[in-house]
T-cell receptor
Framework: AQSVTQLGSHVSVSEGALVLLRCNYS??????LFWYVQYPNQGLQLLLK??????LVKGINGFEAEFKKSETSFHLTKPSAHMSDAAEYFC???????????FGTGTSLTVIP | NAGVTQTPKFQVLKTGQSMTLQCAQD?????MSWYRQDPGMGLRLIHY???????DQGEVPNGYNVSRSTTEDFPLRLLSAAPSQTSVYFC??????????????FGEGSWLTVV
């Protein structure tokens, strides 16, 4: 089964600083890759996804992620953190064969004013 | 647009009671699923369905039952609630199965406490 690893369950950044949230997957065949955001007491919303083509993917709210096959990674970045970015972020994958989505354990982002 | 609708949002159960969490989607999605979210464990798949009449188990199916009689609805049944089932439950749907690369859309969640 696929596994998704998010390094750092809690990340704190200052307002205006770079946000970097890490995600690695285990499959030898590149899967489809997703980042979701969860605000308190809400469901998950899609930030961005990679399926094919350009490896740098831009999403909503200024976030982007780069698929690196050689590193089996799909790290999420944002150049300048806003207070409104404070939330839980989940990396997810789905395999090119199969019926399941696999989620990481999440990274809680705190933005310090 | 309604999207994925879950009810109830909050529920308190006594140990041994049964209940059903309702999930409906209005996007004509083939794929529907239930996850539970627990602190430090992310989202774990309970059951999923790739179409009406077809269901399968996920990572943590014990103590839960599902059925898919229509495309729109995918209820999750707790057969005999246990404190270990205290969790936040999310229903999610996608246009087709996970191998297609389609986005999965989530409901707002159902907070369940078993005492």
């Amino acid at each position: 089964a696929q596994s998704v690893t998010q390094l750092g369950s809690h990340v704190s950044v200052s307002e205006g600083a770079l946000v970097l949230l890490r995600c690695n997957y285990s499959s030898s065949v590149p899967p489809y890759l997703f980042w979701y955001v969860q605000y308190p007491n809400q469901g998950l919303q899609l930030l961005l996804k990679y399926t094919t083509g350009a490896t740098l993917v831009k999403g909503i709210n200024g976030f982007e992620a780069e698929f690196k096959k050689s590193e089996t990674s799909f790290h999420l970045t944002k150049p300048s953190a806003h207070m409104s970015d404070a939330a839980e972020y989940f990396c997810a994958v789905s395999e090119r064969t199969g019926n399941q989505f696999y989620f990481g354990t999440g990274t809680s982002l705190t933005v310090i004013p | 647009n309604a999207g994925v609708t879950q009810t109830p949002k909050f529920q308190v159960l006594k140990t041994g009671q049964s209940m059903t969490l309702q999930c409906a989607q209005d996007m004509n999605h083939e794929y529907m699923s239930w996850y539970r979210q627990d602190p430090g464990m992310g989202l774990r798949l309970i059951h999923y369905s790739v179409g009406a009449g077809i269901t399968d188990q996920g990572e943590v199916p014990n103590g839960y039952n599902v059925s898919r009689s229509t495309t729109e609805d995918f209820p999750l049944r707790l057969l005999s609630a246990a404190p270990s089932q205290t969790s936040v439950y999310f229903c999610a749907s996608s246009y087709s199965r996970a191998s297609s690369g389609n986005t999965i859309y989530f409901g707002e969640g159902s907070w369940l406490t078993v005492v």
